[in-house]
Nanobody
Framework: QVQLVESGGGLVQAGGSLRLSCAAS????????MGWFRQAPGKEREFVARISPSGGSTLYADSVKGRFTISRDNAKNTVYLQMSSLKPEDTAVYYC?????????????????WGQGTQVTVSS
């Protein structure tokens, strides 16, 4: 049974930082690209960042480029999202997701497994 468990969310002031973690089990972690998505109330789930299975390639949404960094530790089956210079518009539930076959990498529907999400709230 595949499980993705996010942690590290919370309340932070604008300009602050948070690091999210996503621990994976039940899959060959190093064979999957990992993505972070977020969903704010009343909005669709949107792509945030993606990292290739080896960690050698990353992709970011324009809205977070230069502020967020995705990384992974295949020995620990964990992917991270370091978020800095946070803005109130970053407030959302953040989800990690695993993708086996590389296709439409920014589209949620093309990811195979999802975590339950962790809330990030940025106050102004």
């Amino acid at each position: 049974q595949v499980q993705l468990v996010e942690s590290g969310g919370g309340l932070v002031q604008a300009g602050g930082s948070l690091r999210l973690s996503c621990a994976a089990s039940g899959l060959t972690f190093s064979s999957y690209a990992m993505g972070w998505f977020r969903q704010a109330p009343g909005k669709e789930r949107e792509f945030v960042a993606r990292i290739s299975p080896s960690g050698g390639s990353t992709l970011y949404a324009d809205s977070v480029k230069g502020r967020f960094t995705i990384s992974r530790d295949n020995a620990k089956n964990t992917v991270y999202l370091q978020m800095s210079s946070l803005k109130p518009e970053d407030t959302a539930v953040y989800y990690c997701a695993a993708q086996y076959a590389e296709a439409r990498v920014t589209r949620p529907a093309f990811y195979d497994y999802w975590g339950q999400g962790t809330q990030v709230t940025v106050s102004s």
